[in-house]
């Protein structure tokens, strides 16, 4: 079946540690998004991507960084600048424009945790 | 530019009894809209959609919303509440015009958190 697989599915990082989380999809989806959500405050879009080896900045990337060298693969970085990177994280993907009529894809999220 | 509110961030029903998750949008454009499901620890699961066909949109597990233009809501609503209905519920619009919140545009409500009482 295709989806979007996300991995790992809890993580721990270290003050001062980068980690990477995995986000792949098998939908031959153009768009991949990478989406913050803490309580009470929604989804917060941190990057998103419309083609390979092309990204753009969402309203919270400060402190993360991302890579689209294959269509199907969208990891983010989480760097040591992030100052409170503990929330749990969502990736999610469409085919641009039918997406504004279907809406995204999700994965099952990481949750990362500063210990 | 569009916008959502979801206009309670909790709400509580007894089981058995109707549910009412109340969202209101504006959009310069001809919106499509949605309703996800988020259960703890999870991903967002598609309830249902509106694209401008029939404004009572019927989705998965018997959940139901009208689009009302004139009132710009959006409304979810189920007559029987069930525990396994537990869950966060995300409004979402898009208005198909220029991309605004990413490639497709979509913004997303605050969300509301339903508790279902037994």
């Known amino acids: 079946d295709g989806g979007i697989t996300q991995s790992p599915k809890y993580l721990f990082r270290k003050e001062g540690q980068n980690v990477t989380l995995s986000c792949e999809q098998n939908l031959n989806h153009d768009a991949m998004y990478w989406y913050r959500q803490d309580p009470g405050q929604g989804l917060r879009l941190i990057y998103y991507s419309q083609i390979v080896n092309d990204f753009q900045k969402g309203d919270i990337a400060e402190g993360y960084s991302v890579s689209r060298e294959k269509k199907e693969s969208f990891p983010l970085t989480v760097t040591s600048a992030q100052k409170n990177p503990t929330a749990f994280y969502l990736c999610?993907?469409?085919?641009?424009?039918?997406?504004?009529?279907?809406?995204?894809?999700f994965g099952s999220g990481t949750r990362l945790t500063v210990v | 530019a569009q916008s959502v509110t979801q206009l309670d961030s909790h709400v509580s029903v007894s089981e058995g009894t109707p549910v009412l998750l109340r969202c209101n949008y504006s959009s310069s454009y001809s919106p499509s809209l949605f309703w996800y499901v988020q259960h703890p620890n999870k991903g967002l699961q598609l309830l249902l959609k509106y694209t401008s066909a029939a404004t009572l949109v019927k989705g998965i597990n018997g959940f139901e919303a009208e689009f009302k233009k004139s009132e710009t809501s959006f409304h979810l609503t189920k007559p029987s509440a069930h525990m396994s209905d537990a869950a966060e519920y995300f409004c979402?619009?898009?208005?198909?015009?220029?991309?605004?919140?990413?490639?497709?545009?979509?913004?997303f409500g605050k969300g509301t958190h339903l508790i279902i009482q037994p």
């Open positions: 979402v619009v898009s208005d198909r015009g220029p991309s605004g919140g990413g490639a497709d545009g979509l913004t």
């Open positions: 999610a993907s469409s085919t641009p424009p039918q997406g504004r009529r279907n809406g995204y894809t």
